[in-house]
């Protein structure tokens, strides 16, 4: 079964190619500018990406979104981390952080399938993680220069992109997604 994969993140196919190996998805990525509703739900804004792009493709699509939501900014900022990472860079962040004792952040995943007549699934996934004090490494987004995910002793940025693949496949909602679309 073929399922188009909508992201321009090769990293983010990789990850669901190495999930899916061994099954009978064939995934195929499909680089489309999306509309992105303002919502502060990753979902919202995964969904109506997917039912677009299912519609405009006249295909089964799956669309994927991320937040990454920090607690003592009352979740900011949320699923706006592509323009954050554009915007700020991570020491203006940690700026912000420097008189909170609060570093815990959550990381929430959702991966949207919209089959080709317009059938919805959402499956969630999230990752808590704490943001450093100090930055450790230079390469990497804003973003990922100053969180430690759970399961990790490293900041995203640290990681090689071969570990980076197989964290994510190992704590994402990829796998929820292949259990049920194997069973449908």
């Not at 677009?52 to 900022?77: C, H, M, Q």
């Amino acid at each position: 079964m073929d399922i188009i994969y909508v992201t321009g993140n090769n990293l983010k196919f990789e990850i669901a190619k190495k999930v899916f190996e061994g099954s009978n998805i064939n995934l195929i990525q499909k680089n489309l500018d999306t509309p992105e509703i303002q919502s502060f739900n990753v979902c919202d804004v995964a969904a109506y990406s997917a039912k677009w792009a299912s519609e405009k493709l006249n295909s089964s699509v799956i669309v994927t979104d991320a937040g990454f939501y920090v607690n003592s900014l009352r979740g900011f900022p949320g699923p706006y981390i592509k323009y954050i990472n554009s915007w700020l860079s991570a020491e203006e962040i940690l700026k912000m952080l420097e008189n909170k004792e609060d570093r815990s952040i959550c990381i929430r995943e959702c991966l949207v399938y919209c089959s080709k007549d317009g059938e919805v699934k959402v499956f969630e996934h999230e990752t808590k993680g704490e943001i450093i004090r100090k930055i450790i490494c230079e390469k990497g987004s804003s973003i990922d220069k100053i969180v430690i995910p759970e399961g990790l002793n490293c900041t995203l940025s640290e990681l090689t992109e071969e570990e980076s693949i197989a964290f994510w496949s190992r704590n994402s909602n990829d796998k929820d997604f292949k259990k049920w679309i194997e069973t449908h």
